[in-house]
T-cell receptor, first 114, second 111 residues
Framework: EPEVTQTPSHQVTQMGQEVILRCVPI?????FYWYRQILGQKVEFLVS????????KSEIFDDQFSVERPDGSNFTLKIRSTKLEDSAMYFC????????????FGDGTRLSIL | QKEVEQNSGPLSVPEGAIASLNCTYS??????FFWYRQYSGKSPELIMS????GDKEDGRFTAQLNKASQYVSLLIRDSQPSDSATYLC???????????FGTGTRLLVSP
């Protein structure tokens, strides 16, 4: 069964450093998402992406965050200057179409900011 | 503010019993509803989706939706210890692509 793949599985970074989290969505899916889950808390939406542009973003997704689809398969989340509070699990998800469709999640990247 | 509420649990049931998990949501015009299972330290895994009032069955799982009451539930029949996990209710609100998740209900199935 097709799946969303994420790399790396664990990223440790010094505060203030830039980090890039990578995702390969399911191949025939058109909508891509990033969510995060701080330990012990809810899964929170960050951003959705369609047709090479952001279609929706949350208040969390401030100027320190950016997303990109650099080629036909990868989808990346960049955090420019990491903060301690960015420590979380980051999940990439994709869906065939947008609204109302099930979103399929990758295994996540655990980001630890020191 | 669009909210999804779940009882955090834990909900403890013996093996073979029916587990009933509940979720309420704040926006009456919501159109899509999903149940995800999340094992500790793992990612959400889609179990069921439901869009219309009534019941939807898939194997041991039944999702129930009542839009008038803004209520969605998940029944797990013949619960197994391997069903022990946190069950996340997620709602797609009309006009938005994002899913809003509840805090999840932790289910413990004892042998």
């Amino acid at each position: 069964e097709p799946e969303v793949t994420q790399t790396p599985s664990h990223q440790v970074t010094q505060m203030g450093q830039e980090v890039i989290l990578r995702c390969v969505p399911i191949s025939n899916h058109l909508y891509f998402y990033w969510y995060r889950q701080i330990l012990g808390q809810k899964v929170e939406f960050l951003v959705s992406f369609y047709n090479n542009e952001i279609s929706e973003k949350s208040e969390i997704f401030d100027d320190q965050f950016s997303v990109e689809r650099p080629d036909g398969s990868n989808f990346t989340l960049k955090i420019r200057s990491t903060k301690l509070e960015d420590s979380a699990m980051y999940f990439c998800a994709s869906s065939e179409t947008g609204e109302y469709q099930p979103q399929h999640f990758g295994d996540g990247t655990r980001l630890s900011i020191l | 503010q669009k909210e999804v509420e779940q009882n955090s649990g834990p909900l403890s049931v013996p093996e073979g019993a029916i587990a009933s998990l509940n979720c309420t949501y704040s926006d009456r015009v919501s159109q899509s509803f999903f149940w995800y299972r999340q094992y500790s330290g793992k990612s959400p895994e889609l179990i069921m989706s439901i869009y219309s009032n009534g019941d939807k069955e898939d194997g041991r799982f039944t999702a129930q939706l009542n839009k008038a009451s803004q209520y969605v539930s998940l029944l797990i029949r013949d619960s197994q210890p391997s069903d022990s996990a946190t069950y996340l209710c997620a709602v797609g609100f009309s006009g938005f692509q994002k899913l809003v998740f509840g805090t999840g209900t932790r289910l413990l199935v004892s042998p």
